[in-house]
RNA sequence: GCUCCUGUGGUGAAAUGGAUAUCACAACAGUCUUCGGAACUGUCGUUCCAGGUUCGAAUCCUGGCGGGAGCACCA
């Protein structure tokens, strides 16, 4: 509809004189200016000499001429916008297309296959609602990419040596600890250890001592038989320590609606990242600089990153590094999306600059996308001042507040689930989000489980209609502004792929649930008037809604 | 100090350079002999300041002021 407009439109204008002229089709804000409108004589008004609505009154007929039976009216308003209203044919031929289930996809990027990395939250450290918002953002893109055709591979990053593993490593060999049993021991002995570290020098001393030697002992792990008991230990307590972390995150991803088609790990990465940093060095991209390797990024406006300290181990750059050519052996893609928070953007600036210089053809393929950060009211989050709130302990608090109303535990976590992420996904990715933990969540007006229930209550009407509702019917009246909004989905979804942006979409079913309730107060449905059309409406509604929460990834419950 | 991000009703957010700046929460006033009230209708109230570009600016540019993040050997 929006090719026509625009061609017709075009196609005027170079008769008139003004080829070269740009111009916008776009929807009203307001939707009883009409369904599309289009700036054109405004943009042409300066070209052609003419004032704008006089082009208007020229290139109105010729658009309602194009457009035919499937304009009910073409009008001129304001400064010389030219309002399109479809007529009651073309929305229900647009609703009738809302029976086929793909309803909303494209296949804008069909074929490429598009690696997509996001959630990255670290073994030996608890998962705090900041990988939660990480994960539920990396799940709409993924989501959102898949839905213009593309295979989507996705992959996680976890940080399984480094400080962070010899901080909570170092107090459970200080204890005598021989084995792990939970995340929650693991997030305890790393809020120790982080303060140890920054409390004491000899601790500090011992903790960077043990982080070398875990990278030692790591890579070497296939040499256990040779190794000290301690070390045997140490080992014992690091693989633990992983897998009992990696349990407990991939719960929590469960429960997020997240799987992940690939896990990786540092321990993975620094041998690739290594070599490919001395050979960077050998050529002179990287430099040695008191001891470490780093890499100038002043020479392109941005500022010096650490590849490898002076003491000889990788830093994150260097991982990624390795990261970068490990997918590019697992799984070869066209293109690869990393989502991190927006505190990395400037280090994966650098990093990138970097990676050009070291690998071209695999750093073009890297594009960085930030997400915000969960912000409480009460300050910013530490594990070190241990006023981190985990992702599990949210989702218990939601799941328990939901459970009032829902009896039955898989809708309270549905529920749960939707109110968490629609408050994270209603924002644009790269803002914060101010969360209240007193307050806690919004169950009401704007929120997920406003969509849910819209949707349940579609779906009532339904089941009570009976079979008659897949019956055709016209209706004589004008179209309703629900039947209206419908038709825009497959263009928000587009929008929303462009921009990286789901909130346009969270947004859009917003104002479809709105408008879906405002239809069912005001309309009578079972034994109303055209009841056969109005349950095609609400059949195409209930399509859209199911579509755009499951590109969201918020669950759609049967009942609430 | 340098770099990046950001400033919209009391609060939290939205707005591809377009029309009377939208939505929710809060507050206030209504709707119910209902196809499910987690709903609907209404009232109240907003673009940090000063210039500039443009037919048109919350949006772009310049300069201020306020907030946040990052600035080698953390991730």
Redesign the pocket.
Not at 77 to 81: D, E, I, V
Not at 313 to 317: G, V
Not at 430 to 434: A, D, R, Y
């Given at each position: 509809m929006e090719e026509r407009i625009r061609k017709a439109v075009a196609e005027k204008l170079e008769e008139l004189g003004a080829a070269e002229v740009s111009?916008?089709v776009?929807?009203?804000?307001?939707m009883?200016?009409?369904d599309y409108?289009v700036?054109a004589a405004?943009?042409a008004?300066?070209a052609l000499g003419k004032p704008?609505r006089q082009i208007a009154e020229e290139l109105a007929p010729a658009l309602q001429a194009a457009l035919g039976s499937d304009a009910a009216g073409v009008e001129i308003?304001?400064?010389?916008?030219i309002?399109i209203t479809l007529s009651e044919e073309a929305v229900s031929h647009i609703l009738i297309a809302t029976r086929d289930g793909e309803w909303g996809r494209n296949t804008d990027q069909a074929g490429m296959r598009i690696m997509v990395e996001y959630g990255?939250p670290?073994p030996f450290k608890e998962m705090h609602i900041g990988h939660a918002t990480g994960a539920v953002i990396g799940e709409s893109f993924a989501r959102l990419i898949e839905y213009s055709g593309a295979t989507v591979l996705r992959d996680t990053f976890?940080?399984d040596?480094?400080?962070?593993v010899a901080k909570a490593l170092w107090v459970f060999m200080r204890d005598g600890v021989t084995d792990i049993a939970s995340a929650k021991e693991i997030g305890k002995a790393y809020t120790q250890g982080a303060n140890a570290y920054e409390e004491s020098e000899e601790a500090k001393t011992q903790i960077?001592a043990l982080?070398t030697h875990i990278y030692d002992i790591v890579a070497r792990q296939e040499e256990v038989a040779a190794f000290s008991e301690e070390d045997r230990a140490l080992l014992y307590l690091w693989q633990k320590g992983r897998e009992v972390s990696m349990e407990e995150f991939e719960e929590i991803f469960r429960l997020l609606g997240t799987t992940y088609d690939y896990t990786f790990f540092?321990s993975d990465t620094t041998k690739l990242g290594m070599d490919a940093v001395y050979d960077a060095l050998d050529k002179g991209v990287l430099e040695k600089?008191?001891?470490?390797i780093?890499y100038r990024g002043e020479k392109k406006?941005?500022?010096?990153?650490?590849f490898?300290?002076?003491?000889g181990?990788?830093?994150?750059?260097t991982?990624d590094i390795g990261l970068a050519f490990l997918k590019e052996m697992r799984a070869s893609v066209d293109h690869e999306l990393i989502l991190?928070?927006?505190?990395?953007?400037?280090?994966f600036?650098v990093f990138l600059a970097a990676f050009e210089d070291i690998a071209p053809q695999l750093a073009a393929k890297i594009e960085h996308a930030a997400h915000?950060?969960l912000q409480l009211t009460t300050g910013?989050m530490s594990s070190r001042k241990g006023n981190v709130i985990t992702a599990r302990e949210l989702i218990t608090e939601l799941v328990t507040a939901?459970g009032v109303?829902?009896p039955d535990p898989l809708?309270?976590q549905q529920?749960a689930i939707g109110?968490l992420k629609y408050m994270i996904l209603?924002?644009?990715p790269?803002?914060?989000?101010?969360f209240?933990p007193e307050?806690s969540l919004?169950?009401?007006?704007?929120?997920g489980?406003?969509l849910?229930?819209?949707l349940?209550?579609a779906?009532?009407?339904l089941e009570?209609?009976g079979p008659a509702a897949e019956a055709e019917a016209k209706a004589t009246e004008t179209p309703y502004e629900l039947s209206r909004r419908i038709t825009r989905f497959p263009e928000i979804i587009r929008?929303a792929q462009a921009?990286r942006?789901p909130?346009?979409v969270a947004?859009y079913l917003?104002?479809l649930?709105?408008e879906w309730?405002?239809?069912?107060?005001?309309?009578?449905?079972?034994?109303?008037d055209n009841e056969a059309y109005?349950l095609g409406v609400v059949s195409a509604f209930i399509r859209t809604m199911e579509n755009g929460l499951w590109v969201l990834g918020i669950p759609a419950?049967?009942?609430?």
């Open positions: 111009f916008a776009e929807w009203p804000a307001d009883a200016h009409g409108a700036n405004m943009a008004s300066k704008p308003a304001g400064p010389g916008f309002n990255n670290n976890g940080g040596v480094g400080p962070q960077d982080n540092d600089s008191d001891g470490a780093i406006g941005l500022h010096t990153l650490v490898i300290t002076s003491r181990t990788p830093t994150y750059e991982k991190t928070a927006v505190e990395q953007v400037g280090h600036k915000g950060l910013k939901a109303r829902n809708v309270a529920v109110a209603r924002s644009a790269g803002s914060n989000i101010i209240d307050k919004s169950l009401e007006g704007d929120s489980p406003y849910q229930y819209a349940v209550r779906r009532s009407i009570k209609a929008k921009l942006a909130h346009l947004q917003t104002q649930a709105s309730n405002s239809f069912y107060a005001n309309e009578r449905i079972i034994g109303g109005k419950p049967e009942k609430m």
